[in-house]
């Protein structure tokens, strides 16, 4: 089993539509991440936690929220989907108990791509 | 802030030859340097990461980078690519200290063509 699920792969809606994308993680990591990847533009951070209690915005949350579950669940809220939120979408974990620099490393699910009409 | 600049979104070079993808990064403090790799339909792995000390780093799969402070410049090197080495490839920089979120740039679409 992957170390970083993600849930569901692919996902078609409509636009004004509520979604979620979840992600769960079985390497016992403390911070996690969400990411949307659009072409030419490479990754973007959306929100990020680094425990249950400490959620921060990234560098295009407008028109996103997120929800940590537990230490394992991170799931992303789309509350009114619309058409330039189409793009595949990674959740990511690191742990920050690792030294310095090493817990920088990112480590990536399989992405959801997600499309919006 | 930081931000990272990959200036090639497309590379094409024939196996078993060399290749350099360029990556150049902006910051007002010191930063940690990493390369990632996504292979297709998948998520991105860590390729190789520059922390401290030699600047020539060595990865996985036969690649390295240089990390050059007075040219901010962390490029990707590998003299042989294989067919396999086909991915896209991300320069990613974080700063070392404060929220040490890491900035992805743009980038590099590798072909290798046979």
């Known amino acids: 089993d992957a170390d970083v699920t993600q849930t569901p792969r692919n996902r078609i809606t409509k636009t004004g539509k509520r979604i979620m994308l979840e992600c769960s993680q079985t390497?016992?990591?403390?911070?996690m991440y969400w990411y949307r990847q659009d072409p030419g533009l490479g990754l973007r951070l959306i929100y990020y936690?680094?425990?249950?209690?400490?959620?921060n915005k990234g560098e295009i949350s407008d028109g996103y929220s997120v929800s940590r579950q537990a230490q394992a669940k991170f799931s992303l809220s789309l509350e009114s989907a619309i058409p330039n939120q189409t793009a595949l979408y990674f959740c990511?974990?690191?742990?920050?108990?690792?030294?310095?620099?090493?817990?920088?490393?990112?480590?990536f699910g399989s992405g959801t791509q997600l499309s919006v009409l | 802030a930081q931000s990272v600049t990959q200036l090639d979104s497309q590379v094409p070079v024939f196996e078993e030859a060399p290749v350099e993808l360029r990556c150049n990064y902006s910051?007002?403090?010191?930063?940690?340097l990493f390369w990632y790799v996504q292979y297709p339909n998948q998520g991105l792995q860590l390729l190789l990461k520059?922390?401290?000390?030699?600047?020539l780093v060595k990865g996985i799969n036969g690649f390295e980078a240089e990390f050059n402070k007075s040219q901010t410049s962390f490029h990707l090197r590998k003299p042989s690519v294989h067919i396999s080495d086909t991915a896209e490839y991300f320069c990613?920089?974080?700063?070392?200290?404060?929220?040490?979120?890491?900035?992805f740039g743009t980038g590099t679409r590798l072909t290798v063509i046979p």
């Open positions: 990511a974990t690191s742990d920050s108990s690792q030294l310095a620099g090493t817990g920088r490393k990112l480590f």
């Open positions: 390497k016992g990591h403390d911070r």
């Open positions: 936690s680094f425990d249950v209690k400490d959620i």
């Open positions: 910051s007002s403090v010191s930063v940690y």
């Open positions: 520059y922390l401290s000390g030699s600047t």
């Open positions: 990613a920089v974080s700063a070392r200290t404060g929220a040490n979120n890491l900035f």
